[in-house]
């Protein structure tokens, strides 16, 4: 009977966790001396899995590094009875160790500028693998607590410790990760306003976390060594829109491992920043000109032309007038009341913040001249008939016809009156004016305002006639002796007795054939 020993395991199955070394102990053998007609021997074998056995005859020998397996690692004890060193015979027995332990590696630490970080951590692969946050100063949330590289987001200020943990049948391994995250405090410049102002208070939140300082994006602003990392800055803003940036840097010392290994001594910095926009609807100071007197009901108002804002024209009191182009700093105001009209000129920005300046014209016009119509008339006389004046005084004024050679000068009964009469008339054209003045005082300034229209009197008489001096002749012919008029055509004509005129039409024509006694021509 060449039947070995069977061969046995002592003891049971194993689970290791915590190290991957362990010690297989199998029946001992029952005879082994050489020599004799039958010996056993016997010997550790790897079935499944690995491992190293230390002493694979030895029933009892130590196993190291016992590897993860999934299905474990089998190990075989076989006895072999050898008789007359020919014959053989055996007998086997295994024994399952299985390493539970899945070695976790949570990733490198890293330093962020950002609350949110891809984890790098190996996979747990059958295990479980979970992540969570260690230590009170660190926070976050991950997107899925066993996905090795998930996003954590809302990291807290600082050092962030994060734990990976892996867990087999019960063998649990942890690894942890240090994301130190540098942003500082979320900067808020505040929020955009409107002004009509062009000094301004900055509303910015003051960085917990950080150091701020101002900047300009678009616009202008004052900045100097006082008030630029001030968040409340008081400074004198540009026109329109100003755009200024509240930029926070934090600065967080930290270590880093480079290639080689070494630790190396770092500064990591971190910035953000936020804008605000404010308006300033500030316009230019309203400039509406000097108020002046005038003799017009028609005026050229000149204000000047805002570079920032639009300008407006309106009436304060109610004199009236109509203003052509409202919109426009030169424009023209037409249909003057008499007296005095104050004009508003205001200049806005979008109707906003509007600026104001007064300017009054002082209308002194008087009542606009009517001479009266044009008269023809064979009279040396005639009454005019201009208007009576409501404001102001008239008087009439000679401009031709002032001296006749036959009447004298052209006279006025009263040249006050719009209706006197004009006498002496010169034949032919007369030309008069009745002159309409009106005075007035504005701002210590006197105006006179005339108005004037003309009247013209055509006189056709023509000159006077002139027989010379009776004569008594002896004949019954003799030599007429009438004036040679200047204006007209002079005619002589036989009024009583008789005679033949030679030409009736010369001053000095002969008369034939005069009767005896009285002869008128």
């Known amino acids: 009977n060449n039947k070995p020993t069977d061969a046995q395991i002592v003891g049971a199955d194993q689970t290791l966790c915590e190290s991957n070394r362990t010690i297989l102990t199998a029946s001992p053998l029952a005879n082994v001396a050489p020599g004799s007609n039958w010996y056993e021997i016997g010997k550790w074998d790897t079935v499944e899995g690995g491992g190293t056995i230390v002493d694979p005859t030895n029933p009892t020998t130590e196993l190291t590094d016992v590897p993860f397996n999934e299905n474990g690692n089998r190990y075989r004890w076989t006895v072999t009875r050898i008789y007359n060193e020919s014959k053989k015979c055996t007998s086997s027995a295994s024994v399952l160790v299985e390493y539970n332990k899945v070695d976790a590696f949570a990733g490198y630490d890293n330093q962020v500028c950002s609350n949110d970080y891809i984890l790098q951590a ?186 920032y804002g639009e300008g407006l024209w309106t009436i304060v009191n109610t004199g009236g ?33 509007p600026k104001t300046d007064k300017v009054t014209i002082a209308n002194f016009s008087p009542t606009k001249s009517e001479a009266g119509p044009d008269i023809t008339d064979c009279s040396s006389e005639q009454y005019l008939d201009a208007n009576v004046p409501v404001k102001g005084k008239g008087h009439w004024e000679v401009v031709s016809g002032m001296l006749n050679d036959v009447y004298g000068e052209a006279s006025f009964e009263d040249e006050n009156d719009p209706k006197t009469m004009v006498k002496n008339l010169l034949y032919g054209e007369n030309k008069f004016i009745w002159k309409i003045v009106n005075t007035g005082t504005f701002n210590g300034q006197t105006y006179e305002c005339a108005s004037v229209d003309t009247a013209i009197i055509w006189n056709l008489i023509p000159d006077q006639a002139y027989a010379e001096r009776d004569q008594i002749r002896c004949r019954n012919y003799t030599v007429l002796n009438g004036n040679k008029p200047s204006v007209g055509v002079g005619t002589w004509t036989c009024i009583q007795g008789q005679g033949s005129i030679v030409d009736k039409n010369n001053p000095q024509s002969t008369v034939y054939n005069l009767g005896y006694g009285e002869n008128i021509t």
Do not use: M
Request: hydrophobic content about 30%.
């Open 122 to 307: 190996h996979s747990a692969g059958v295990a479980k693998g979970e992540w969570r946050v260690v230590g009170a100063e660190a926070s976050g949330v991950f997107d899925d607590t066993h996905d090795p590289t998930t996003t954590i987001r809302g990291l807290g200020h600082g050092t962030n410790v994060l734990r990976w943990t892996t867990n087999y049948k019960g063998c649990i391994d942890y690894d942890d990760v240090t994301i130190v995250n540098g942003l500082p405090s979320v900067p808020y410049a505040g929020s955009g306003f409107p002004t009509c102002t062009d000094e301004v208070q900055l509303q910015a939140h003051y960085p917990t976390i950080g150091e701020g300082e101002w900047s300009t994006i678009a616009g202008h602003a004052d900045w100097d060594d006082t008030n630029i990392k001030n968040p409340n800055a008081k400074i004198t803003i540009g026109k329109g829109d100003n755009t200024f940036r509240w930029t926070v840097t934090h600065h967080t010392p930290v270590t880093r491992v480079d290639a080689d290994g070494n630790e190396i001594s770092d500064v990591l910095t971190c910035i953000l920043s936020d804008d605000v926009t404010i308006q300033n609807q500030n316009p230019d100071e309203a400039v509406a000109g000097l108020s002046t007197g005038v003799c017009s009901s028609d005026y050229l108002l000149k204000a000047v032309e805002p570079t």
């Open 321 to 353: 007038a109509k203003i052509e182009e409202p919109t426009h700093a030169t424009t023209t105001v037409t249909d003057l009341a008499y007296g005095e009209t104050t004009f508003l000129w205001t200049v806005s920005v979008d109707g906003n913040c």
